[in-house]
């Protein structure tokens, strides 16, 4: 009965202790704001309660991954911990470990928490608090982790300390150091920051290194480690000339990588496919090495390596790595859309599966299918990739796509030395971009003439719905859809559009599917088909191209005035010339009479 009336003195002198501080907060507070209740009036275990509760919301704020690891926590000053006395009422409180490294308990001394794992930590609080109270049971629990600093040095663009938290890894506080993207890493633009061999010094002089091109790829936090108090993150540099790896093949992110010593085939291609686990489908197919006098070969005895084999395949500086999925592929993927079946995406094998497989995988089509209006579109394009090959060395994020298309520039690159104006030269891009489908009505198409289509890579079946209308544009004064009517021409639906406008020219209808033109209004529409009225004037599509048509129309009303006015000035010699003749033959009959 003494210990435990000593434990409730003790835990009353605490209690009274916090009561008389957050009094005196309290009535600052209610001086400020004019508030009126005294804080005296409330109960002293109420009183401190709430000024737990309002710790404890404020340790939750702190973002984490998850619960801590005792077993891999660090403990270190700033920590604050909850200690809970049982007993009636029972009592919680907070306590910080100190600048030294020590936390002090209440009626039980001060225990060196500091360096150590918070598992170890808490069983030495625990054994500590059994002895001052052991008949009440007491327990501590980490509240709310510390900050400290750690120093980020080397090739970033703000090097310098930097405030951070024990749950923090060492991207956070390199992004902070690159948080100025004003500023180059290196003043030697050639190098760049080496993410993939990032070293941590600790206050201990313990080192440890990250890897953070292979975190950020395949999220393996063991590559991005967390941070200790005093860390010095140095970030060095390397020239991409000389410290690279070259990974190309079947392998979705093929690219340049940074060099990191121990390297093996199995480290690059998770860093190539993104994937934690060696993937057995990959086949290393070789590796080009270059020698010390320049000159380039294959490595023996690496060739079709895979599995487990490919962690025992050291690399080196500059080697290329080629990778196969097992076997030479010539499959690919062909899109069905429309009024199909079951549209989507399907496998093919390229230059093998047939239009005709094709539709029947869909499962033919449906009932509203617009055959006539149907198309297989293919890419018309001049280059052989989509995007160029990603350079991962530099930036932590994927490249900028081109401003244009590589068919586009394809396309511009072929007609810059064509004897064209700027007309046929617009003209013939566009057509090269627009025709794009495969030569085949399937509207009258046999089983036969269908089976004899092959697909590649990337084609796309289009089958629009017959909606029951035709679409007129143009030079008219209501352009959009009218509805079909069977037998009728198309001077009846320039009628239902409001007829020809001011400006209009010719009118052309274009047939559904095959894009064919016919001129007049004498030809009869079919459902899916489309009226294009012409202008009498160019209309230029933007401000450049209407530029370049006022230029032109100039050019060519000046050529016309010019050619005009020599046309008089010759006429005029002529009829001088012919009155000189006749004024001489006048003279001369003059003379002889």
Same mark, same amino acid.
């Given at each position: 009965?003494?210990?435990?009336?000593?434990?409730?003195?003790?835990?009353?002198?605490?209690?009274?202790?916090?009561?008389?501080?957050?009094?005196?907060?309290?009535?600052?507070?209610?001086?400020?704001?004019?508030?009126? &209740? #005294?804080?005296?009036?409330?109960?002293?275990?109420?009183?401190?309660?709430?000024?737990?509760?309002?710790?404890?919301?404020?340790?939750?704020?702190?973002?984490?991954?998850?619960?801590?690891?005792?077993? %891999?926590?660090?403990?270190?000053?700033?920590?604050?911990?909850?200690?809970?006395?049982?007993?009636?009422?029972?009592?919680?409180?907070?306590? %910080?470990?100190?600048?030294?490294?020590?936390?002090?308990?209440?009626?039980?001394?001060?225990?060196?928490?500091?360096?150590?794992?918070?598992?170890?930590?808490?069983?030495?609080?625990?054994?500590?608090?059994?002895?001052?109270?052991?008949?009440?049971?007491?327990?501590?629990?980490?509240?709310?982790?510390?900050?400290?600093?750690?120093?980020?040095?080397?090739?970033?663009?703000?090097?310098?300390?930097?405030?951070?938290?024990?749950?923090?890894?060492?991207?956070?506080?390199?992004?902070?150091?690159?948080?100025?993207?004003?500023?180059?890493?290196? %003043?030697?633009?050639?190098?760049?920051?080496?993410?993939?061999?990032?070293?941590?010094?600790?206050?201990?002089?313990?080192?440890? &290194?990250?890897?953070?091109?292979?975190?950020?790829?395949?999220?393996?936090?063991?590559?991005?480690?967390?941070?200790?108090?005093?860390?010095?993150?140095?970030?060095?540099?390397?020239?991409?000339?000389?410290?690279?790896?070259?990974?190309?093949?079947?392998?979705?992110?093929?690219?340049?990588?940074?060099? #990191?010593?121990?390297?093996?085939?199995?480290?690059?291609?998770?860093?190539?496919?993104?994937?934690?686990?060696?993937?057995?489908?990959?086949?290393?197919?070789?590796? &080009?090495?270059?020698?010390?006098?320049?000159?380039?070969?294959?490595?023996?005895?690496?060739?079709?390596?895979?599995?487990?084999?490919?962690?025992?395949?050291?690399?080196?500086?500059?080697?290329?790595?080629?990778?196969?999925?097992?076997?030479?592929?010539?499959?690919?993927?062909?899109?069905?859309?429309?009024?199909?079946?079951?549209?989507?995406?399907?496998?093919?094998?390229?230059?093998?599966?047939?239009?005709?497989?094709?539709?029947?995988?869909?499962?033919?089509?449906?009932?509203?299918?617009?055959?006539?209006?149907?198309?297989?579109?293919?890419?018309?394009?001049?280059?052989?990739?989509?995007?160029?090959?990603?350079?991962?060395?530099?930036?932590?994020?994927?490249?900028?796509?081109?401003?244009?298309?590589?068919?586009?520039?394809?396309?511009?690159?072929?007609?810059?030395?064509?004897?064209?104006?700027?007309?046929?030269?617009?003209?013939? %891009?566009?057509?090269?971009?627009?025709?794009?489908?495969?030569?085949?009505?399937?509207?009258?198409?046999?089983?036969?003439?269908?089976? #004899?289509?092959?697909?590649?890579?990337?084609?796309?079946?289009?089958?629009?719905?017959?909606?029951?209308?035709?679409?007129?544009?143009?030079?008219?004064?209501?352009?959009?859809?009218?509805?079909?009517?069977?037998?009728?021409?198309?001077?009846?639906?320039?009628?239902?559009?409001?007829?020809?406008?001011?400006?209009?020219?010719?009118?052309?209808?274009?047939?559904?599917?095959?894009?064919?033109?016919?001129?007049?209004?004498?030809?009869?529409?079919?459902?899916?088909?489309?009226?294009?009225?012409?202008?009498?004037?160019?209309?230029?599509?933007?401000?450049?191209?209407?530029?370049?048509?006022?230029?032109?129309?100039?050019?060519?009303?000046?050529?016309?005035?010019?050619?005009?006015?020599?046309?008089?000035?010759?006429?005029?010699?002529?009829?001088?010339?012919?009155?000189?003749?006749?004024?001489?033959?006048?003279?001369?009959?003059?003379?002889?009479?």
């Amino acid at each position: 009965m003494t210990e435990i009336g000593s434990v409730s003195k003790g835990v009353l002198c605490i209690a009274v202790a916090l009561l008389l501080a957050g009094a005196a907060a309290n009535d600052a507070i209610g001086q400020i704001s004019g508030a009126s &209740t #005294r804080s005296s009036d409330q109960n002293p275990i109420d009183l401190l309660r709430q000024r737990m509760a309002q710790s404890a919301s404020s340790a939750s704020s702190v973002p984490q991954e998850g619960a801590v690891d005792p077993a %891999t926590y660090s403990v270190g000053p700033g920590d604050v911990f909850q200690i809970s006395i049982g007993g009636v009422p029972s009592i919680s409180i907070p306590v %910080t470990v100190s600048a030294d490294g020590h936390l002090a308990l209440p009626d039980a001394g001060a225990v060196q928490v500091a360096g150590l794992t918070l598992a170890n930590a808490r069983d030495d609080i625990h054994a500590r608090l059994k002895l001052a109270y052991r008949n009440v049971p007491a327990s501590a629990t980490l509240l709310q982790p510390r900050q400290f600093y750690v120093h980020v040095v080397g090739a970033v663009s703000s090097p310098g300390r930097y405030l951070v938290m024990p749950v923090g890894r060492v991207l956070d506080a390199m992004s902070l150091a690159f948080a100025d993207t004003t500023r180059p890493a290196t %003043t030697n633009l050639r190098f760049q920051p080496s993410f993939r061999n990032v070293s941590i010094t600790g206050i201990d002089g313990s080192t440890r &290194t990250a890897d953070l091109m292979r975190y950020l790829i395949t999220g393996e936090t063991l590559y991005n480690p967390y941070l200790r108090d005093g860390d010095v993150i140095r970030v060095g540099g390397y020239d991409p000339s000389d410290r690279s790896v070259f990974v190309n093949g079947d392998v979705p992110f093929a690219g340049t990588y940074e060099y #990191r010593n121990g390297d093996t085939v199995a480290d690059l291609l998770a860093l190539a496919t993104g994937s934690v686990d060696v993937d057995d489908r990959y086949q290393l197919v070789r590796i &080009t090495r270059r020698s010390p006098d320049g000159t380039t070969s294959a490595v023996p005895s690496v060739a079709n390596a895979s599995g487990d084999d490919l962690g025992m395949i050291d690399i080196r500086p500059l080697d290329q790595l080629y990778f196969a999925l097992g076997r030479e592929r010539n499959g690919g993927v062909a899109l069905a859309e429309g009024a199909v079946r079951y549209p989507g995406a399907y496998p093919i094998t390229t230059g093998e599966t047939s239009l005709s497989d094709l539709i029947d995988a869909v499962g033919g089509f449906r009932q509203n299918a617009l055959l006539r209006g149907a198309y297989v579109e293919r890419r018309a394009a001049f280059s052989m990739s989509e995007f160029p090959v990603r350079f991962v060395g530099l930036p932590l994020g994927p490249n900028m796509p081109p401003l244009f298309l590589p068919d586009t520039s394809a396309v511009l690159q072929r007609i810059r030395l064509a004897p064209l104006d700027w007309r046929g030269a617009n003209y013939v %891009t566009r057509e090269l971009q627009s025709q794009r489908r495969v030569a085949i009505n399937l509207a009258e198409a046999s089983q036969e003439d269908m089976a #004899r289509v092959r697909l590649f890579e990337g084609d796309r079946l289009v089958v629009p719905k017959d909606d029951g209308t035709v679409f007129v544009f143009g030079q008219v004064n209501r352009a959009g859809f009218i509805a079909f009517e069977p037998g009728r021409p198309v001077s009846h639906y320039l009628a239902a559009a409001g007829g020809r406008a001011d400006l209009a020219a010719d009118a052309f209808l274009i047939e559904a599917g095959t894009g064919a033109y016919r001129r007049g209004e004498d030809s009869l529409v079919e459902p899916g088909d489309m009226i294009f009225v012409d202008s009498r004037e160019y209309l230029a599509d933007s401000a450049e191209l209407s530029r370049l048509a006022v230029e032109d129309k100039r050019i060519e009303m000046e050529n016309k005035r010019i050619e005009a006015d020599q046309k008089f000035r010759t006429t005029q010699i002529i009829l001088q010339t012919i009155g000189s003749v006749a004024s001489i033959i006048a003279l001369i009959i003059a003379a002889r009479k």
